[in-house]
């Protein structure tokens, strides 16, 4: 440390003779790298005293900022040191047997019913009008134009406006729900560490310290993210965390008469998703953004977003 | 001209970083939730109380194996049909008190389950799953919406039934009498 403090102020002060009375401590020698504002004055008699004064200053700092730093290095030493210890132990006692979940939505099989969208709101008490999960349905038009829709709650009921068959190319659902990624946007800009990734690599939001600020409602690229208008905390679709460690499937899951939702473990490569989605073509939604997704699409258009 | 001259300058730094240190102590004491930090790894740093909140959150949805305890003769029906994967609840309702009655009569003999005619409301028996719901039931997955997967079946109501040539057209059970129950046929 002293060693950093000597080259500071070798770099500011002259190597020939002493700086003139105007002072040119170390704590200069940071803004005058070019010697002009601090210049020497050629090393005379008279220079004497004012180097010894110099000199006495410089010590004084030196000894000064070196007594400042290595306090505050002492200080923060022992939590630094916590830290380490603890994340060495929490690593050490995971070990290989921490679950990495994932999800996987067979956008062929979905025939929107709307089941999963009741399951999850009863299942997580979501206040009418909001949503964890919903069902899109893009419907590509024979002119060209493409139409996304949201399913309703109770399905179809035929009091939907009509759409000529005839003029339909093609026609898909797509259920929604939080992609628990990876990388998650979300989580890095909570100011209040509320926004945490539970062991399973599930995104969880900590209702206690959530001050409802949205700023991952923004964040995420998704918007699967919303205030709770009862809570008046940031809500999001958990995976049903309280079901799935107790060896349950998801709400929505457990909902889907078709089966086009399924949750597992990525972990365990013999588990039926890891084989799925080794096995079959699937992607996740908007892959360029890196945020490494633990939610997988089979059967997913380009138009998808 | 002695070394320690400027010592005052010393004093007030070293009383600001004690000052400091011991007020930040607390501070930290009173700022940081309980238990936070607790559990660190390869994640980031969090509450460990809050995962033990979320999960404590009670789960209400009901699982097939739990009907399936007692009604061992459906899964049989039900096996290898294609409405394996549909579960009790789509059709029957959730018929939480039922279960209650049930879970508590699997511990006392003396408590009797209510005749599934006798219930009302929150559980869809098989009288009411005919009269009140009747064959909507089945139209909420079958009836043809646009977007559906080309291989699932579906239908149009009035053009199905016509084809069929179906004599009560409005019969709540008009589904059931060509398609059957559990053993759903194609």
């Known amino acids: 440390m002293l060693d950093i403090l000597n080259i500071l102020s070798d770099q500011g002060g002259c190597q020939s003779g002493g700086c003139s009375s105007g002072g040119c401590g170390s704590s200069d020698a940071l803004w005058s790298e070019g010697s002009s504002a601090c210049g020497c004055s050629g090393g005379g008699p008279a220079d004497l005293v004012a180097e010894d004064g110099a000199q006495l200053r410089r010590d004084f700092l030196k000894n000064a900022s070196s007594i400042v730093l290595g306090s505050v290095t002492l200080t923060l030493l022992p939590g630094s040191l916590g830290a380490a210890d603890k994340a060495a132990g929490a690593t050490a006692a995971s070990g290989d047997s921490e679950p990495l979940y994932g999800f996987l939505v067979d956008t062929d099989k979905c025939i929107g019913a709307g089941k999963c969208l009741t399951a999850c709101r009863e299942e997580n008490n979501v206040p009418e009008g909001q949503a964890r999960t919903w069902v899109e349905r893009y419907i590509h038009f024979k002119d060209g134009n493409i139409q996304v829709d949201l399913v309703p709650e109770v399905g179809y009921t035929g009091e939907e406006p009509e759409i000529d068959p005839e003029t339909v190319d093609k026609a898909y659902f797509v259920p929604k729900l939080c992609n628990h990624c990876a990388d998650a946007p979300c989580n890095q800009v909570c100011p209040t560490h509320a926004s945490i990734t539970a062991p399973g690599g599930v995104e969880l939001v900590d209702p206690d310290l959530c001050i409802g600020c949205a700023y991952c409602v923004q964040a995420c690229p998704y918007g699967v993210r919303f205030i709770n208008h009862e809570t008046g905390n940031a809500d999001k679709c958990t995976w049903c965390y309280h079901r799935i460690t107790q060896d349950q499937t998801p709400a929505c899951v457990e909902a889907c008469p078709t089966g086009a939702r399924l949750f597992g473990r990525l972990d365990d490569p013999n588990s039926e998703i890891s084989q799925k989605i080794r096995s079959l073509p699937n992607s996740v939604l908007k892959e360029h953004l890196g945020t490494h997704p633990k939610l997988h699409y089979i059967g997913l258009n380009g138009e998808v977003v | ?186």
């Open chain 2, 1 to 186: 001209m002695s070394f320690f001259r400027d010592t005052l300058h010393l004093w007030i730094l070293a009383t600001i970083v004690v000052v400091g240190g011991v007020v930040g102590f607390f501070a930290r004491q009173q700022f940081i939730p309980e238990t936070y930090g607790d559990k660190k790894g390869r994640y980031v740093v969090y509450r460990a109380a809050a995962l033990d909140e979320i999960k404590a959150q009670p789960s209400i949805w009901i699982e097939d194996q739990q009907c399936l305890n007692c009604h061992t003769d459906v899964h049989d029906e039900r096996e290898g049909t294609l409405h394996e994967t549909v579960a009790c609840y789509h059709c029957h309702g959730r018929g939480k008190k039922h279960i209650e009655e049930a879970l508590l009569a699997q511990k006392d003999d003396s408590i009797e389950i209510t005749p599934a005619e006798e219930w009302d409301g929150d559980f869809l028996t098989k009288v009411d799953f005919f009269n009140a719901n009747n064959r909507k039931a089945c139209l909420v997955c079958h009836e043809s919406v646009i977007g559906m997967p080309k291989d699932f079946k579906q239908i149009v109501v009035e053009k199905h039934l016509k084809e069929q040539e179906a004599y009560e057209v409005d019969s709540p059970e008009v589904c059931f009498e060509c398609h059957g129950y559990h053993d759903t046929a194609p």
